[in-house]
């Protein structure tokens, strides 16, 4: 009995399944995503057109249209509200001023590193959009820095004040205290992001041990040294 001979025949290729729409939140986290990554790569918001916006979303100018009204309510929920969310850690941040007691220089110490540590670690991570605020469109630059970013300094302030109350250890001006710490801990971001052969381990040891014991020797010690 001879066999059938085989069915020179391709099976019919499956149809391609089709794409899944996103729905509209998806769609928006999308967009929003997109923008941030075209923002940041321009640097400028007025130099990033939603078109620009468009090609790295992979749609049209008109979807993203049905999602936000304007360029400026894009960049204001792509940059500006993870900004804030950021500084908003930041706050949360300054909760690590130590609350136990006895406060020894050790533990003071070892909290100002840790301090530090978080600090540097958030700035680094939102430094490309703290920048396109900070130093963009003066409006928002002066909103934020007022709204948001001068809150984290004066929730640092605040908690030295309470340190201050609860143990009589004296703090001068806790509020430029504050804005200094968070001007060193910006500075060292910069160094992690951009310094080449930056030893951020080291940095933080020795800017923690500047903070609390003084950048500077004592004139009598110096003179002694003579």
Do not use: C
Request: no cysteine; hydrophobic share 40%.
């Amino acid at each position: 009995m001879t066999k059938p001979a085989a069915s020179s025949a391709r099976p019919a290729e499956e149809a391609p399944r089709p794409r899944r729409r996103l729905t509209a939140e998806a769609r928006k986290s999308s967009i929003l995503a997109a923008a941030r990554r075209a923002f940041t790569e321009t640097g400028d918001m007025n130099g990033t057109t939603i078109k620009v916006i468009a090609e790295h979303s992979g749609i049209s100018e008109g979807v993203i249209y049905r999602h936000f009204e304007s360029k400026d309510q894009l960049f204001y929920e792509a940059v500006v509200e993870p900004l804030k969310q950021a500084v908003d850690d930041l706050v949360a941040a300054t909760a690590a001023v130590d609350r136990e007691q006895p406060l020894t220089p050790e533990r003071q110490l070892r909290t100002m590193t840790g301090l530090y540590r978080q600090l540097i670690s958030t700035l680094e991570e939102i430094l490309p959009l703290l920048g396109l605020v900070l130093f963009g469109d003066p409006q928002v630059a002066r909103r934020f820095y007022q709204e948001d970013f001068t809150v984290a300094m004066d929730r640092l302030a605040e908690a030295w004040r309470e340190v201050e109350d609860r143990y009589g250890y004296p703090f001068e001006s806790p509020d430029i205290s504050a804005r200094a710490v968070m001007g060193i801990a910006l500075v060292l971001a910069l160094e992690s992001h951009h310094g080449k052969g930056f030893d951020r381990h080291r940095a933080v040891t020795l800017i923690s041990e500047g903070t609390v014991k003084g950048f500077f020797p004592p004139l009598e010690a110096a003179r002694r040294r003579q």
